[in-house]
């Protein structure tokens, strides 16, 4: 799963300022550290989302530095992000991605959604149509 560390910095305000070094569009204050670190999680999705929408690369995390605060993303939507790298990576549409699993296009969306609860399974098909393998491991 991918994990994307972030830093927490005392404002001039009071606040604690969270920003994400591998995301930089992932930045949020919160109250409390507490608060910080919920936000923290809700600004990286929205980031990711960004990418997504944008048909942009998501840049994947930088090695985590020891004792660093950090989101850990859920196997789903670590999936997600894999897949839709690799259709970057390759050039290929969710139109020919659709083609090539013999689904519509609404279906292929849903793919691409991290709010969505996609099977896994789907989404393992979807890179095998693109010759790339699904690797789950228990660390």
């Known amino acids: 799963m991918l994990k994307y560390s972030y830093t927490l910095t005392r404002d001039t305000n009071g606040t604690f300022l969270v920003q994400f070094p591998d995301i930089p569009e ?15 999680r809700e600004a990286l999705e929205a980031a990711l989302e960004i990418y997504f929408d944008q048909k942009r690369a998501i840049p994947l995390p930088s090695t985590t530095p020891r004792g660093s605060e950090s989101i850990v993303l859920p196997a789903l939507v670590t999936a997600k992000v894999l897949l839709a790298n690799e259709m970057i990576a390759q050039g290929i549409r969710k139109a020919e991605l659709a083609r090539r699993m013999g689904l519509h296009m609404p279906q292929i969306d849903r793919l691409l959604d991290l709010r969505h609860s996609s099977k896994i399974e789907t989404v393992e098909a979807a890179l095998q149509q693109l010759g790339r393998q699904l690797d789950v491991q228990v660390v």
């Open 26 to 40: 992932a930045v949020t204050v919160g109250d409390t550290r507490e608060d910080a670190r919920i936000n923290a």
